[in-house]
T-cell receptor, first 112, second 113 residues
Framework: NAGVTQTPKFRVLKTGQSMTLLCAQDMNHEYMYWYRQDPGMGLRLIHYSVGEGTTAKGEVPDGYNVSRLKKQNFLLGLESAAPSQTSVYFC???????????FGPGTRLTVL | AQSVTQLDSHVSVSEGTPVLLRCNYSSSYSPSLFWYVQHPNKGLQLLLKYTSAATLVKGINGFEAEFKKSETSFHLTKPSAHMSDAAEYFCVNSGAGSYQLTFGKGTKLSVIP
């Protein structure tokens, strides 16, 4: 039982490049989330999904897109990376809303 | 609307002494409250959760927290700190009717040998 996994673990991009972060969970959770973590800011929600085929905006959605084509996967895309998107990105999942979330190990992204 | 305030950005204790990490919350509804721990370069791990059952909640690794509605607080405590407790701790609020967790800004705990 791997829990929540994220790929890649590290990535360096140049401004304007695109990339996709993959999150996978094997707990059959309905809800999945993408956060970014910046020093002194805690975690901020980018986008979330309440089930396969659904997505919704969180607190800081600009510059990101997401897709949930399969229940176990939640993809986060950056179409044109900017230095302000340098951050650590965490994926999480939960069985129901308002219950505890289970987090992946994170992806450290640097945009030059 | 819900919010969380962690009152200390950094706490330093000596090994073997008690730990107190303070958290105040606000919520329009009866909240669900969590404490998560993040060790350096790791993901977040759930320490404990309050979901309107017992007001004193016991978690992993000897941590516990007490929900005090009159004080709108959910402070995290441990009787005796270990070196392995050095990490960042997040107090988190999940308000009923919301899919979103609201994170505090974190308290970094240092343990001095």
């Amino acid at each position: 039982n791997a829990g929540v996994t994220q790929t890649p673990k590290f990535r360096v991009l140049k401004t304007g490049q695109s990339m996709t972060l993959l999150c996978a969970q094997d707990m059959n959770h309905e809800y999945m989330y993408w956060y970014r973590q910046d020093p002194g800011m805690g975690l901020r929600l980018i986008h979330y999904s309440v089930g396969e085929g659904t997505t919704a905006k969180g607190e800081v959605p600009d510059g990101y897109n997401v897709s949930r084509l399969k229940k176990q996967n939640f993809l986060l895309g950056l179409e044109s990376a900017a230095p302000s998107q340098t951050s650590v990105y965490f994926c999480a999942s939960s069985h129901k809303a308002y219950l505890e979330q289970f987090f992946g190990p994170g992806t450290r992204l640097t945009v030059l | 609307a819900q919010s969380v305030t962690q009152l200390d950005s950094h706490v330093s204790v000596s090994e073997g002494t008690p730990v107190l990490l303070r958290c105040n919350y606000s919520s329009s509804y009866s909240p669900s409250l969590f404490w998560y721990v993040q060790h350096p370069n790791k993901g977040l791990q759930l320490l404990l959760k309050y979901t309107s059952a017992a007001t004193l909640v016991k978690g992993i690794n000897g941590f516990e927290a007490e929900f005090k509605k009159s004080e709108t607080s959910f402070h995290l405590t441990k009787p005796s700190a270990h070196m392995s407790d050095a990490a960042e701790y997040f107090c988190v609020n999940s308000g009923a009717g919301s899919y979103q967790l609201t994170f505090g800004k974190g308290t970094k705990l240092s343990v001095i040998p």
